[in-house]
């Protein structure tokens, strides 16, 4: 983080203040937005890239004993001159041999303004990704309503408490499998969804995140 680089190239901890990104948290939850018919629709968000490990959630929702949809939203993008092209296409290639690809949707990149009805329209939102500094994605789908299910990474830790308002899951499909299956239940994911939204709204909404700029200000 960048906390710690700062650390590392010899500035005081002490001169050292986090305030975190803010976001507008919106009125509705996707339970409000639509009916729940029988199927988990789950999502993913961000830059297609090597690092998110997204052939991990293939492969655990290809495990998956229930009714089920995925949408995968984001371009594919290399985050190093080291990473080797074409993952897009090798996952498109893996989603046909698991005999998926009817059930796995690709939309591509997508505007800020489009996000908000993909989000409404899902019910939990998996991040499998290797290392982040932040993950907006998270904090946009637990501000949604979303439960989340995700690597300890970026933000994640800090608005999931484990089996209330998502699940933090070692790099393991057969474990997102487990917590994917444990959110079938509807009621569930509105409860869990609930907690994590004010979790957000406590945290990381607009109002709160400029008290501390104030509070900061005021310290001088």
Known sequence: MEYDDAVEFGIARKKLHVIPMGIDVPATTPSEAREDDGTLNILFVGRIARVR??????????????????????????????????????????????????????????RPQELPEIYRAADVFVYPSLYENFAQPILEAAAYGLPVIATPVGVAPEIIAEAETGFLVAADAADFCRRLEQLKDSSLRADMGAKIKEAVRKKFDWNSIMDHYMELYRSF
């Open 53 to 110: 490990r997204l052939e991990l959630l293939l492969q655990a929702v290809h495990r998956l004993a229930i009714p089920w949809r995925l949408t995968i939203v984001g371009g594919e993008e290399k985050t190093s001159s080291l990473s080797k092209s074409g993952y897009l296409a090798e996952l498109q290639q893996l989603c046909a041999a698991l005999k998926i690809e009817t059930q796995v949707h690709f939309t591509g990149a997508k």
